[in-house]
């Protein structure tokens, strides 16, 4: 489908969640709830995606509909490979991170992300980059923006969670099957790193 098709579905969708949260009148909450419908079911033409699911899912964010926030720490060891999960989700490999959730800090965020699928304690560092992920990006219907982070690890085991079939230290330039744009934040983090002498 057409990117810029993708992107009116989310702009009416953003306008119809908008709607459902704040109208009080019965029939604008008939139409805007006809309008989710019409977007979902456009949805699910394009992303391997249940029309319920993707409608629940739709459910659980009205209000003013602004993009979700990521956050991804970049953590190496002292040969500067890379500390990557094989994600149990996709099956493929990206650098640790997740949602931000609500009444955290970007900062706050990693460093729970960080002891939940590694087992690690971190320090959030420097501020590498922000990626932009507009509807339609890497097969995801919505707009996110992901905060990129170099951090050091203050102590703890490495240990896999749920989430991750594989964890460890690797040369992020053998891998090849990358989880959405991991391999460009990952490319980003080393000139970044290599920029301000953090690396050689």
């Not at 991804?72 to 094989?86: Q, S």
């Not at 989700?89 to 939940?116: C, N």
């Not at 240990?159 to 040369?171: A, I, P, Q, T, V």
Request: hydrophobic share 35%.
């Amino acid at each position: 489908m057409d990117s810029n098709l993708i992107r009116v579905l989310d702009e009416i969708r953003a306008i119809a969640q908008t709607g459902l949260n704040y109208s009080k009148d019965d029939y604008e909450l008939e139409r805007y709830n006809k309008l989710m419908d019409i977007v979902t079911r456009e949805y699910t033409k394009v992303y391997d995606y249940n029309e319920e699911y993707l409608r629940k899912l739709f459910d659980r964010e009205l209000g003013s509909i602004t993009p979700k926030v990521g956050v991804n720490g970049i953590v190496l060891d002292e040969d500067h490979n890379v500390l990557l999960e094989l994600r149990a989700i996709d099956k493929k490999w990206g650098v640790i991170g997740g949602w931000s959730e609500v009444g955290e800090s970007p900062q706050e965020s990693l460093i729970r992300e960080f002891k939940e699928e590694t087992g690690l304690n971190i320090i959030v560092k420097d501020l590498i980059h922000i990626f932009t992920q507009r509807p339609g990006d890497y097969g995801y219907p919505v707009s996110s923006y992901h905060i990129l982070y170099y951090c050091e690890v203050v102590d703890g085991v490495l240990k896999k969670s749920h989430e991750s079939l594989e964890l460890g230290y690797y040369d992020y330039e053998i891998i090849k099957n990358w989880h959405r744009d991991h391999r460009e934040m990952i490319k980003t983090a080393m000139n970044y790193l290599k920029k301000h002498n953090v690396i050689e």
